[in-house]
């Protein structure tokens, strides 16, 4: 099963009521083009928080995790490859998200069930916060990723300034190792399949 973050990730649906004057810094954004673009790529997932006790049992079995997003306009796709160290073991999942343009979400089913999130953008390019559940205090759950694996103080200091505004607090924050990741052969693997693919279309 995919993390939950990264199953039906990104509705971009305003926020605004569950927004307060903390959270000024951190803003939705339309489902456009550009949008996807920008989320298109590879991220490390650095860590999270959460009151929802499926998410944190999840949280707590990764070690480290990364996911390639590629968006597809046409078809309102997004292709999500997910590798994530669990146990001293990879494990690889591959799913599709559904774009709904029409209100700005993305959705993914699991087991019978309708997962979605939303998008925080920060000023920074190279990071992006998801939050599930932000209207109910007892659900709620953030979690931090970064298109490289060391963040800085300052990116950091960007998702505890987040964590702060949703009504969290740092101590409950729960952090991955990329020193633990078991998933670079099987990535590896994966990459020269896809060009030895290419190479023969």
Known sequence: MA???????LSLLP???????GCA?????????????RISGKWFYI???SHNPEYLEFMKTYQASYF??????????????EYSTIGNKCVYNFSILTVQRENGTITTNEMGREHIGHVWFTKDPSIILFVYFPDD????ALFFCADKANVT???MSEFHEAIVCVGMDKSEIMYTDEKQDQCGPLEKQHEEER???????
């Open 3 to 9: 993390l939950p973050w990264a199953l039906a990730v």
């Open 15 to 21: 926020l605004l009521e569950a927004r307060s004057l």
């Open 25 to 37: 810094n951190f803003t939705a954004a339309p489902m456009t083009n550009a949008t996807l673009d």
């Open 47 to 49: 860590a999270g928080a």
């Open 68 to 81: 390639y997003c590629d968006a597809n306009h046409t078809e309102d796709t997004i292709q999500l490859r």
């Open 137 to 140: 205090k007892q659900k709620i």
């Open 153 to 155: 103080e300052e990116q």
């Open 195 to 201: 060009k030895k693919k290419q190479e023969e279309a």
